[in-house]
């Protein structure tokens, strides 16, 4: 799928809002609208509609409230992308759960943003969703800290990634990609792959989000609180 070409020459992305807030909804369609770059596509109101909205119009990107009555979840981010394969998904999230962002990050959303997230930094995060990178408010990684494991699972834990792991795993946890992250550690963005890929298979998971939810409760992050 490939973003819409006009005639001043800029590809635009076209855009999806899924959020049962009307007014909310319609304001960031039409600012998403007015942005040379992109295209607002409209809103839908529930899950429902927005999936059979993603279905007939594939859109590049779809922002979606996780927090509506239908239980959308972690649910959500698999069914958009099942009705629109090329889509890639933002979650706008009130009251996130560990669990349920770890599972919405497996089943392939690319970002999620707190839900009073300014529109400048909202419109970027819309811009660089197709980077490959899942992007993760700081804010939410913050709210996960879990309590530390009792020492001895604690140090078992730690024994599972190398000091340089470590440093890569701490960044993550602060919400950098891994441009950033090879930038502070003075390292090459395939070097800081190479640790990345480390950490996830090592702890098990698939993704920024996991890893540093399951860091956290294996207490290799409770220094950093």
């Known amino acids: 799928m490939t973003a819409e070409a006009v005639d001043t020459g800029v590809a635009r992305t076209s855009v999806l809002v899924i959020d049962d807030h009307t007014s909310f909804a319609e304001l960031l369609t039409s600012a998403i609208d007015h942005e040379p770059d992109l295209q607002g596509l409209g809103f839908a109101k529930n899950a429902t509609m927005g999936v059979r909205m993603c279905r007939s119009l594939q859109p590049d990107v779809v922002v979606v409230s996780s927090g509506q009555p239908e239980g959308l979840g972690p649910r959500i981010a698999a069914d958009l992308m099942a009705a629109s394969p090329g889509t890639h998904v933002v979650m706008l999230v009130s009251e996130p759960t560990s669990e349920g ?3 919405a990050a497996a089943a392939g959303a690319s970002a999620f943003l707190a ?3 300014p529109l400048t930094a909202l419109l970027g995060t819309v811009r660089h969703s197709h980077s490959g990178v899942i992007e993760v408010d700081p804010q939410i990684l913050a709210a996960f800290a879990t309590q530390a494991l009792p020492h001895g699972q604690a140090s078992a834990a ?8 470590m440093d890569v795993l701490k960044l993550m946890a602060e ?3 891994v441009r950033s992250n090879a930038k502070t550690l003075g390292i090459s963005q395939n070097t800081c792959r190479g640790y990345v890929k ?3 298979t090592r702890l098990g998971v698939h993704s920024q989000l996991e890893a540093v939810v399951m860091a956290r409760q294996l207490g ?3 220094a950093s609180r």
């Open 115 to 117: 839900r009073g997230t």
């Open 158 to 165: 730690a024994s599972l990634l190398t000091k340089r792991q």
């Open 101 to 103: 962002l770890a599972q």
């Open 175 to 177: 919400g950098k990609d």
């Open 220 to 222: 290799l992050l409770a």
């Open 198 to 200: 480390a950490i996830h």
